[in-house]
């Protein structure tokens, strides 16, 4: 009988302690697998970038934590309240990402990646980026962003060249029709 009231009691300690470990973890904040907390945080980085490249202002305003702060791969550092000044900058932006890493600690969430920037199919920025999102009040937040350039798009050396060569055009053809006024000039006195 000694025996199995041990049992019971050593049996009801791991059963309070179990208990008490799960209610400690659901206030935490997080409670799923790490999959389904995936799935939701690569849903909320879309919605985000969809927010940007369509310049719903409304909606960042939501999704953008009051603490936000960025610092963009022009070396510019902002908080939520100066990014929502100029918000819509990027309207009619599409993007494309890859190479997307999500690590999490309790209620705060780190992505990275790469991301491609296109207005009307033509690159025009790709930056490795670093987010910060924050689970509060039973939802994902943006808290920060930070955007290193990966270098020149691929296009930029075809347009510097056009525009020497415009340039250089522009230039000969101005020499050559002054020194034809020249001539005009002296043919004619």
């Known amino acids: 009988m000694q025996k199995i009231a041990s049992f019971l009691a050593k049996t009801g300690l791991m059963l309070v302690i179990s208990l008490f470990g ?3 973890k659901s206030f935490a904040g997080v409670q799923q697998s790490a999959d389904s907390l995936s799935a939701v945080l690569v849903s909320r980085e879309n919605e985000m970038f969809t927010i940007v490249t369509t310049g719903d202002k409304p909606a960042a305003e939501k999704l953008f934590s009051p603490d936000y702060i960025t610092v963009n791969a022009d070396g510019v550092m902002e908080t939520k309240a100066e990014v929502m000044k100029t918000f819509g900058k990027f309207k009619g932006s599409t993007f494309k990402l890859s190479g997307r890493r999500i690590r999490t600690y309790g209620d705060i969430a780190v992505i990275n990646g790469r991301a ?6 033509v690159l025009v ?12 009040q039973g939802a994902w937040g943006f808290a ?12 930029y050396p ?3 060249t056009a525009f020497l060569l415009l340039l250089f055009f522009t230039i000969v053809w ?3 029709r002054r020194r034809r006024k020249q001539k005009m000039g002296r043919k004619a006195r």
């Open 116 to 121: 491609k920037f296109y207005i009307k199919s």
């Open 22 to 24: 799960s209610a400690l």
């Open 144 to 155: 920060g962003w930070q955007g290193t350039m990966t270098g020149l798009p691929s296009w």
């Open 125 to 136: 920025a790709e930056v490795f980026y670093t987010e910060i999102w924050v689970y509060r």
């Open 174 to 176: 101005l020499v050559r």
């Open 158 to 160: 075809v347009m510097v």
